[in-house]
């Protein structure tokens, strides 16, 4: 799965779960200023991601993103076994 196939689907899953306008979620928002998701939404948000592509985000790897694009990254590299 590309990096482009990734961020589609969580970009998806973003307006799904949380009405945000899909114009507004680009690789470089910010969870908590741009889109605004408060701290039990991104908990949910890692679930979203852990569910939707059957990874385990490690806490101390979740806790260090910041953008879209960041989570996009970090599944690419769970997916590819550069994180463990």
Do not use: H, W
């Not at 899953?13 to 945000?20: F, L, P, Q, R, T």
């Not at 569910?51 to 590299?77: C, G, L, Q, R």
């Amino acid at each position: 799965m590309t990096k482009e196939e990734i961020f589609n689907v969580l970009k998806a899953g973003i307006v799904d779960k949380y009405g945000i306008n899909e114009d507004e979620v680009v690789l470089e928002a910010n969870l908590t200023k741009d889109l605004p998701l408060d701290s039990l939404d991104i908990l949910y948000f890692i679930q979203l991601c852990e569910d939707k592509f059957k990874i385990t985000i490690p806490d101390e790897v979740a806790e260090e993103a910041k953008t879209v694009e960041d989570f996009v990254n970090i599944i690419y590299d769970i997916r590819n076994g550069v994180v463990a």
